[in-house]
């Protein structure tokens, strides 16, 4: 089945400065790539997304970078401000069983 | 609010209660989704509802019973739960269960 690996598990980063976090999933046939922010007492909100026809796709501070030869996407935050503290999770579409797998999550620090 | 509201937001009971957690969409979805975070398992899928159908149970003990009356709502109902239960239930609802997910809140569950 899908597998996806997600690094690193904690992240503290300088306020202003850039914040990588890095996804690697198993199933070559997965087409959508999810990345979602949990703030303290909610849910996962959906931030950005990528599917596998694109290789790079932006939203203002964040992109998200595809490679599916070397199956791994990341999650690319700039100027990070302290509102970007949060858990950060990757996810992959496994086709063979049509659901989103998730990775093990990243805590995101930004220190003022 | 993301369209999607689980209630109550907090709970706790004891281990020879009986209890259920609820899930509302207003989305429009037909897939819905409980997943269990803890400090253990980040994102752990529970049952997977599709058009009203069970179609997935991952491995769940007996005393978590899923209901999914309608597209609209889904239920989770607790029963001699054990202390190691304790964590977030999340719920999800997502479109033919191919595109990204969008979660609700949680519900904080404490059994003592």
Same mark, same amino acid.
């Given at each position: 089945?899908?597998?996806?690996?997600?690094?690193?598990?904690?992240?503290?980063?300088?306020?202003?400065?850039?914040?990588?976090?890095?996804?690697?999933?198993?199933?070559?046939?997965?087409?959508?790539?999810?990345?979602?922010?949990?703030?303290?007492?909610?849910?996962?909100?959906?931030? $950005?997304?990528?599917?596998?026809?694109?290789?790079?796709?932006? #939203?203002?501070? $964040?992109?998200?970078?595809?490679?599916?030869?070397?199956?791994?996407?990341?999650?690319? $935050?700039?100027?990070?401000?302290?509102? #970007?503290?949060?858990?950060?999770?990757?996810?992959?579409?496994?086709?063979?069983?049509?659901?989103?797998?998730?990775?093990?999550?990243?805590?995101?620090? $930004?220190?003022? | 609010?993301?369209?999607?509201?689980?209630?109550?937001?907090?709970?706790? *009971?004891?281990?020879?209660?009986?209890?259920?957690?609820?899930?509302?969409?207003?989305?429009?979805?037909?897939? *819905?989704?409980? !997943?269990?975070?803890?400090?253990?398992?980040?994102?752990?899928? *529970?049952? /997977? !509802?599709?058009?009203?159908?069970?179609?997935?149970?991952?491995? /769940?003990?007996?005393?978590?019973?899923?209901?999914?009356?309608?597209?609209?709502?889904?239920?989770?109902?607790?029963?001699?739960?054990?202390?190691?239960?304790?964590?977030?239930?999340?719920?999800?609802?997502?479109?033919?269960?191919?595109?990204? !997910?969008?979660?609700?809140?949680?519900?904080?569950?404490?059994? /003592?």
């Amino acid at each position: 089945g899908e597998n996806v690996e997600q690094h690193p598990s904690t992240l503290s980063v300088q306020e202003g400065d850039s914040a990588v976090i890095k996804c690697t999933y198993s199933d070559s046939a997965s087409n959508y790539f999810p990345w979602y922010k949990q703030e303290l007492g909610k849910g996962p909100q959906l931030i $950005i997304d990528i599917r596998s026809n694109v290789g790079e796709k932006k #939203d203002q501070r $964040i992109a998200v970078t595809l490679n599916k030869t070397a199956k791994h996407f990341s999650l690319h $935050i700039t100027e990070t401000q302290p509102e #970007d503290s949060a858990v950060y999770f990757c996810a992959a579409m496994w086709q063979g069983a049509q659901k989103l797998v998730f990775g093990q999550g990243t805590r995101l620090t $930004i220190n003022p | 609010e993301t369209g999607v509201t689980q209630t109550p937001r907090h709970l706790v *009971m004891g281990m020879t209660n009986k209890k259920s957690l609820k899930c509302e969409q207003h989305l429009g979805h037909n897939a *819905m989704y409980w !997943y269990k975070q803890s400090a253990k398992k980040p994102l752990e899928l *529970m049952f /997977v !509802y599709n058009f009203k159908e069970q179609t997935e149970n991952n491995s /769940v003990p007996s005393r978590f019973s899923p209901e999914c009356p309608n597209s609209s709502h889904l239920f989770l109902h607790l029963h001699t739960l054990q202390p190691e239960d304790s964590a977030l239930y999340l719920c999800a609802s997502s479109q033919d269960d191919r595109e990204g !997910y969008t979660f609700g809140s949680g519900t904080r569950l404490t059994v /003592v």
